[in-house]
């Protein structure tokens, strides 16, 4: 099973915090406080934070822009994953994905399950990897944001985690731009 090596020392990372929606503010905008506290809490960086509106283009422009950045290791969104038509991120993030990490969205739906039952089923939570950067799109509710941070991404993105993780291939996410 999985635990944390605390022979290693713990490495952090600096992450962005992208909030999807047509009508929060910063002032109002709970998921991304849930992210950020728990971010910060975990003794990571806080890279960059900010919301868009649920336009497909203006999500995916912002995701390539923090990707671009060698100074931002992860981008975690928030909202936007659900059925409805204004409900695009998921759709911005594949838009940005040199690689899709299949398996993010089917354990979220098993924690979500575990909380909501069968309402997890609405959820659409995907990762992917472009430019050596990874990309979560969490759900809009704070605790939806706690859930995924304090049961899948607490640990991945924790050097120490065994019996592997995130942060240690880190490096080696954007080798095959490098190879001539």
């Known amino acids: 099973m999985s635990r944390i090596d605390e022979s290693k020392d713990f490495l952090p990372i600096r992450i962005a ?60 969104s928030t909202g936007g994953t659900g059925l409805t038509g204004r409900d695009v991120t998921v759709e911005a993030h594949r838009d940005v994905y040199e690689k899709e990490i299949d398996a993010f969205g089917t354990v979220f739906t098993m924690v979500s399950f575990q909380k909501i039952g069968t309402s997890a089923i609405q959820s659409r939570a995907t990762g992917g990897v472009r430019n050596g950067t990874y990309l979560f799109a969490l759900p809009g509710s704070p605790g939806a944001c706690k859930d995924a941070w304090d049961e899948i991404l607490s640990l991945q993105l924790d050097y120490r985690h065994r019996p592997c993780n995130f942060v240690e291939i880190l490096p080696r996410l954007d080798e095959h731009l490098r190879r001539k």
């Open 17 to 76: 915090v992208l909030t999807v929606s047509d009508t929060r503010s910063m002032a109002e905008d709970r998921s991304g406080d849930t992210l950020v506290g728990r971010i910060e809490g975990a003794g990571h960086i806080v890279a960059d934070r900010k919301i868009v509106q649920d336009e497909r283009d203006q999500i995916a422009a912002q995701l390539r822009a923090w990707c671009d950045q060698p100074d931002i290791d992860v981008v975690i």
